[in-house]
Nanobody, 122 residues
Framework: QVQLVESGGGLVQAGGSLRLSCAAS????????MGWFRQAPGKERDFVAA????????YYADSVKGRFTISRDNAKNTVALQMNSLKPEDTAVYYC???????????????WGQGTQVTVSS
């Protein structure tokens, strides 16, 4: 059973940057697509980005495309999310997860971490 721990969140001004990290333990994630999701208060958990296990193929929500970059280091068993040009609407708890299903909805992922809070002020 793989366990994930997110870190790197915090308070940042609009236009600033943050780098989130996701560390896996209890098993390797090298063979899995990994994803980042976010959830604002009173809202559903929404897809942000995903990266496949090989080839550097990535997927992004339209709202973050061009601003966020997902990456992974299989040797270190970690996944990162570089967040640039942050906007107040990016404020949410950010989660990383392992893809077990066929789609990119929250139900297609599992092994959720506890999340890390990102707050973007105007």
């Amino acid at each position: 059973q793989v366990q994930l721990v997110e870190s790197g969140g915090g308070l940042v001004q609009a236009g600033g940057s943050l780098r989130l990290s996701c560390a896996a333990s209890g098993g390797t994630i090298s063979a899995y697509t990994m994803g980042w999701f976010r959830q604002a208060p009173g809202k559903e958990r929404d897809f942000v980005a995903a990266i496949r296990w090989r080839g550097g193929i990535t997927y992004y929500a339209d709202s973050v495309k061009g601003r966020f970059t997902i990456s992974r280091d299989n040797a270190k068993n970690t996944v990162a999310l570089q967040m640039n040009s942050l906007k107040p609407e990016d404020t949410a708890v950010y989660y990383c997860a392992v893809r077990y299903g066929a789609g990119y909805e929250s139900g297609d992922f599992g092994s959720w971490g506890q999340g890390t809070q990102v707050t973007v002020s105007s």
